[in-house]
């Protein structure tokens, strides 16, 4: 089998599940208990994984937050931000093309009362920047767009979002989930408020993340108890994961420009060989600036399921969330793509494991597909 679902997540690198065997077996204790040698070592694990991050990033320590994912620190910044802003300024504004961790805290902030209207975005997934605007006429806490999309790899002009959010005195969340160790950024120079990390992600383990929070900023906490991580998440800390995940965000950010470097190279090569071979293939949002690994095929003639022609190719239809539910993606529809087409769409999400030769052998796949299924 060929992995070619590296955005739906990614294997542990040895050194870095090697650390987390060290703070499993070793140094296992309490962080908590500093009055114990044991635990200030797990305590430095703790601390050393946070500078990681934060270096990694182009934040302070201070700012980095420490959760199960991204998932719960997108819950933690927009539920958070709407408690305290939700009399003053009750809009939230999000882009049509959000994952289901903004969507569903957007929706359950509807619920509380906040005004929750989507941005549209235009046929390359970009988010309207104009309605934007308009949208941010009324006052506005929150606006959440992600830096990249995970199903087609778009980038959105977050300097342009931030800019007009500002303006209007709205704070803004980013989800960076995609980004770690794809493409060079910084938080700071950003200028995002909030932004959401998992370590998954990037080649480390799951059920751990970040959120960063501007410093200056307050949220209330979502989760109370002994006080760990500012007060905001009470808890005994995932010592062995969050030191995987700050060596793993590490070696991301030292190794970005390689990385990124391969993943052009082989996404250039993938998408040449598909549409020289296949007419009529559709490559989502190949006008816009993109995430390097990242390529979401559509082929309108299809006569069937694309990604079932794939045996010995892990791929997906869009994102891992929206394939549980068996629904077409909301991120192509939003796009104006119909959505049988939708549903018969290929996301190939390539890694720094991906070699050449398997890049070939997707294509492969991936063209004797179409000719299965009639459309060539």
């Not at 009399?87 to 882009?95: G, K, Q, V, Y």
């Not at 500002?166 to 160790?181: I, K, N, S």
């Amino acid at each position: 089998m060929i992995y070619a679902d590296y955005n739906a997540t990614t294997p542990c690198l040895p050194e870095v599940a090697d650390l987390m065997r060290h703070f499993l077996c070793e140094d296992f204790a309490n962080p908590s208990n500093r009055a114990s040698l044991s635990g200030r070592r797990a305590r430095a694990g703790v601390d050393t994984a946070r500078e990681q991050v934060a270096r990694a990033i182009g934040a302070t320590p201070d700012e980095v937050i420490f959760t199960s994912g991204a998932t719960e620190a997108a819950n933690m910044a927009m539920i958070g931000v709407m408690q305290r802003l939700l009399r003053e300024r009750p809009r939230i504004l999000t882009s049509a093309v959000e994952h289901p961790a903004v969507c569903m805290p957007a929706d359950a902030c509807a619920q509380a009362g906040a005004d929750w209207q989507e941005v549209a975005v235009d046929s390359q997934g970009r988010i309207d920047l104009n309605q934007l605007e308009q949208a941010l006429r009324h006052p506005t806490a929150l606006v959440c767009v992600m830096a990249a999309n995970n199903e087609t790899g778009v980038l959105q002009p977050l300097d342009q979002v931030v800019r007009l959010a500002h303006e209007a005195g709205a704070l803004v969340f980013a989800d960076y989930t995609q980004m770690l160790g794809k493409l060079p950024f910084n938080v700071h120079t950003d200028r995002v408020d909030f932004a959401c990390f998992s370590a998954h992600k990037c080649y480390g383990p799951k059920g751990v993340g970040a959120l960063y929070k501007r410093r200056g900023l307050s949220l209330p906490p979502l989760i109370r108890g002994g006080g760990q991580e500012e007060g905001l998440r009470s808890g005994t800390e995932n010592v062995p994961g969050i030191a995987g995940f700050g060596l793993a965000a590490d070696l991301a950010a030292r190794e970005v420009h390689s990385r990124k470097a391969h993943l052009q190279r082989l996404t250039a090569q993938l998408e040449g060989l598909v549409t020289v071979q296949v007419p009529g293939v559709v490559v989502q949002s190949g006008e816009a600036d993109r995430l390097p690994g990242t390529s979401l095929f559509s082929l309108p003639r299809l006569k069937g399921n694309w990604l079932g022609q794939l045996p010995d190719v892990i791929a997906s239809s869009g994102s891992a969330c929206a394939s549980m539910q068996g629904k077409p993606s909301h991120v192509l529809t939003s796009m104006g793509v119909d959505e049988t087409t939708a549903m018969r769409s290929v996301r190939i999400s390539l890694g720094q494991p991906t070699l050449e030769a398997d890049v070939r052998h997707i294509a492969k796949r991936l063209i004797e597909g179409a000719v299965t299924l009639g459309a060539v």
